[in-house]
Nanobody, 116 residues
Framework: QVQLVESGGGLVQPGGSLRLSCAAS????????MNWYRQAPGKERELVAA????????HYADSVKGRFTISRDNAKNTVYLQMNSLKSEDTAVYYC?????????WGQGTQVTVSS
């Protein structure tokens, strides 16, 4: 059974930090590129950060460059999103996604709220 389980979301003040985790099971994690998306109320889901299966390539949305860092631990089947200098506009549900040429899996999401 394929599972992607996000954790680490919560309420944080502007300027604060959070680290999201996404634990994968039921598939060969190291064969999949891993992505983080987010969806704010009333907005479309958008790609935040992406990392190749080996971790050798990353991509970030312009809005998070220099503030967010994606990383993965293939031994732990986990992908992370370190979020620093958080802004109110970062408030959203954050989802992880695993994909390769054949399959595409999503997690259930974790809420991040940036507010004073």
């Amino acid at each position: 059974q394929v599972q992607l389980v996000e954790s680490g979301g919560g309420l944080v003040q502007p300027g604060g930090s959070l680290r999201l985790s996404c634990a994968a099971s039921g598939f060969t994690f190291s064969n999949y590129a891993m992505n983080w998306y987010r969806q704010a109320p009333g907005k479309e889901r958008e790609l935040v950060a992406a990392m190749s299966s080996t971790g050798g390539s990353t991509h970030y949305a312009d809005s998070v460059k220099g503030r967010f860092t994606i990383s993965r631990d293939n031994a732990k089947n986990t992908v992370y999103l370190q979020m620093n200098s958080l802004k109110s506009e970062d408030t959203a549900v954050y989802y992880c996604r695993a994909r390769n040429y054949d399959y595409d899996y999503w997690g259930q999401g974790t809420q991040v709220t940036v507010s004073s």
